[in-house]
């Protein structure tokens, strides 16, 4: 199925966000590539006052590491004093978040110019609320811990999907126990079908190749006699196997890097509620020592496993919840291994000389998934030719 969401951008009107070297975001994918699912940081929230502010002067508290953590000799040269940047963002213009050498690595991609989105993303707030009340989510005795408290923070997170793990030897539904059906409705939900059609339709334009190969991946596991049984997409149209529900009223997460996540891939963040956006519910990049205006509503697409990403709490009085899709590597991995774990793939690699190939190619995974990404020159033709 094709999407058929329309809502281009204006080329004569991109006005990029340049914010890191392209060495620095090299470093960044080869370390989020290497150490992919084993890394996990916790660190501190930020909070309001952090806008504008010395960042430095913030303390910095990474716990429960987990592998390699990036060092300090590895964090680009900082000045001691160095503040944040402060984006104010509208949250419907498009603004893509370039290096300097022009490369598209994330994008603020806003929202379509049509006054039924927001309609639609303020039903699916009101839809996740009444849920959330239904699950009971205060009575902490109800839920499993994981689901309240967990390494983006303390709010009731459920992910569903397709999962390529959890102890299985090939890609599967998640298991939702006691959610399933809660999720089930929010996933028909007909607001959301139409949301989260447009966060895929986000990449298409943004990331074209990007696209193309998740697309190619999920097509090629869905049409699998054998292992694409029972699979479901979260949209028909859409190139997402998995998305995440962060119920409110306060779904603001901590820094975190989500590992699990193909490390140049994009995964697509929605806040829904009513927050007031210049006061709290920024996204903020530690790596990028950027903080951006995130208004309910507008969709922001970023390489969630690269990139140290955390929101700013949102007001007493205000809510926020937000909907996220991902594309969890493993997925990848498995399509493109021949439908083989790597696991079994390092089983069947009998001589020094097979190992060393094997490794070599994984080496260079991060140069080869960099290329996926267009610089904005390369982008805008495509857009003026198309
Ligand atoms: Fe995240």
């Given at each position: 199925m094709e999407l058929d969401v329309n809502n281009g951008f204006d080329v004569e009107e991109v006005h990029a966000v340049k914010v890191v070297g392209s060495e620095l975001l090299k470093r960044l994918m080869d370390h989020a590539f290497e150490e992919e699912n084993v890394y996990l940081e916790q660190g501190l929230m930020c909070d309001?006052?952090?806008?504008?502010?010395?960042?430095?002067?913030k303390p910095r508290m990474p716990t429960?590491?987990?592998?390699?953590p990036i060092t300090g000799e590895e964090r680009p040269p900082q000045k001691k004093k160095q503040k944040y940047t402060y984006v104010s963002w509208d949250g419907k213009t498009p603004r893509p978040l370039i290096d300097t050498a022009g490369v598209?690595?994330?994008?603020?991609a806003g929202r379509p110019n049509d006054d039924e989105w927001l309609r639609a993303s303020e039903r699916l707030y009101e839809a996740m609320r009444i849920e959330a009340s239904g699950a009971n989510f205060t009575d902490e005795s109800l839920h499993d811990p994981k689901v309240l408290h967990h390494g983006r923070g303390h709010f009731p997170a459920i992910n569903a999907g397709i999962t390529p793990g959890q102890g299985s030897q090939f890609p599967h539904m998640v298991?939702?126990?006691?959610?399933d059906e809660m999720i089930s409705r929010l996933l028909k939900n007909k607001d959301l079908q139409y949301l989260a059609d447009w966060h895929s339709w986000c990449i298409k334009a943004w990331s074209p190749d990007l696209y193309d190969r998740l697309k190619a991946c999920l097509d090629k596991l869905h049409a699998h006699p054998i292992y694409g049984e029972g699979l479901e997409r979260i949209t028909p149209a859409g190139i997402f196997p998995a998305a995440a529900f962060n119920f409110g009223p306060n779904a603001t997460t901590d820094p975190h890097r989500d590992v699990k996540n193909y490390a140049f891939g994009w995964c697509s963040i929605q806040p829904v509620g009513p927050f007031k956006s210049e006061k709290g519910g920024h996204i903020f990049f530690d790596d990028l020592r950027l903080v951006v205006q995130f208004p309910s509503g507008s969709v922001i697409l970023i390489p969630s496993a690269t990139l140290t990403h955390a929101n700013i709490r949102v007001t007493e009085g205000d809510e926020r919840a937000s909907f996220t899709q991902y594309f969890p590597a493993g997925i990848l991995r498995f399509v493109e291994n021949g439908f083989r774990t790597e696991k079994k793939i390092k089983k069947s690699l009998k001589s020094h000389k097979a190992k060393l190939e094997f490794h070599e190619r994984k080496s260079k995974g991060s140069e080869i998934g960099m290329r996926i990404w267009k610089r904005l020159p390369e982008l805008i033709e495509v857009h003026i030719h198309n």
């Open positions: 309001p006052d952090a806008i504008g502010i010395e960042a430095d002067s429960k590491r987990k592998g390699v598209v690595f994330g994008v603020l298991d939702l126990k006691i959610y």
